[in-house]
């Protein structure tokens, strides 16, 4: 047989489904951007707060994916916990400090809410340290302390966002009867850690694709926007919470269908369950 034939037997390769995230450096500084005017302005609509939201959730994401890649395992959960843990610490610090009139609370700008994320962001960088160091536990991972102060930092930037998508502000006298004193806190908790730990736990493997795998962060970024807005509904009223949920639907719908296509497009083979009709 020659060559020619051989190589018209050769299956062709399934073209990947693409969509092109900014690289780790680049998304990072939109999200803190993005991140930083959202929360220093709450007095935006919750539709804008949602898509600050979002992309601080796939900056976490994205951070876990490149701090748990290099062997983590079944860390993976537990560093999407973390971000989150150092999220509350950080997000309600910055929330009592930043309510301080001293420091800007109660005006149309509020960045002393922003001590909270800094502060949470250096303990992350001290925390990678001691982890990375041999004298203390050794793990040698490289980049842990970058990914450790990023995680902090983003987790307490969802904290604040979300507490204000819901209440329509992060000012204490309002945040704690209604986000903490009501349980409302553990749900951004368990929701944001999702939208973080989730993606890289659900694509784990020597297949994962870095494009692939954040599809999941944004469209769980979509959910989270559908039942805060629920919240916000029930808070601020319907014009505040209809948009929020109405971008977390949009956002759902293109990215989960997005992540389907790119599994089916990428599988060796796909066998139908019935549940999920097979999309081409």
């Known amino acids: 047989m020659g060559e020619e034939e051989k190589?018209?037997?050769?299956?062709?390769?399934?073209?990947?489904f693409t969509l092109h995230f900014p690289n780790e450096n680049n998304l990072a500084i939109i999200a803190v951007i993005a991140g930083v005017i959202v929360s220093i302005l709450p007095v935006l609509p919750a539709f804008v707060k949602g898509i600050g939201a979002i992309l601080v959730i796939l900056w976490g994401a994205d951070s876990v994916r490149k701090t748990?890649?290099?062997g983590l395992g079944t860390g993976v959960p537990s560093?999407?916990?973390?971000?989150?843990?150092?999220?509350?610490?950080?997000?309600?610090?910055?929330?009592?400090?930043?309510?301080?009139?001293?420091?800007?609370?109660g005006g149309i700008v509020?960045?002393?809410?922003?001590?909270?994320?800094?502060?949470?962001?250096?303990?992350?960088?001290?925390?990678?340290?001691?982890?990375?160091?041999?004298?203390?536990?050794g793990m040698k991972i490289p980049g842990l302390e970058r990914g450790m102060a990023e995680l902090g930092m983003a987790g307490a930037l969802a904290v604040i966002?979300?507490?204000?998508m819901i209440a329509g502000t992060w000012n204490a006298a309002v945040v704690i009867p209604e986000i903490?004193?009501?349980?409302?806190?553990?749900?951004?908790?368990?929701?944001?850690?999702?939208?973080?730990?989730?993606?890289?736990?659900?694509?784990?493997?020597?297949?994962?694709?870095?494009?692939?795998t954040?599809?999941?962060?944004?469209?769980?970024?979509g959910l989270n926007c559908i039942i805060f807005g629920v919240l916000a509904s029930l808070i601020q009223g319907m014009a505040q919470g209809v948009p929020l949920i109405?971008?977390?639907?949009?956002?759902?719908?293109?990215?989960y269908s997005a992540y389907v296509r790119a599994c089916l497009n990428e599988a060796h083979s796909v066998v139908g369950t019935g549940l999920i009709k097979t999309m081409r």
């Open 7 to 16: 190589a018209e037997e050769k299956p062709e390769e399934k073209e990947k």
């Open 68 to 70: 748990a890649r290099y």
């Open 79 to 105: 560093i999407g916990v973390l971000a989150m843990g150092y999220g509350i610490v950080g997000g309600v610090t910055g929330i009592v400090i930043g309510s301080v009139p001293a420091l800007g609370g």
């Open 110 to 137: 509020e960045p002393g809410v922003l001590v909270g994320v800094v502060a949470v962001g250096v303990v992350g960088y001290i925390s990678g340290i001691l982890a990375n160091n041999e004298k203390f536990i």
């Open 161 to 164: 966002i979300e507490s204000s």
């Open 180 to 212: 903490i004193e009501t349980g409302v806190i553990a749900l951004i908790f368990i929701l944001a850690a999702f939208g973080m730990l989730q993606p890289f736990n659900s694509c784990l493997g020597a297949d994962e694709r870095r494009g692939r």
């Open 214 to 221: 954040l599809l999941v962060s944004v469209e769980i970024g």
């Open 246 to 255: 109405a971008l977390g639907a949009i956002t759902w719908v293109l990215f």
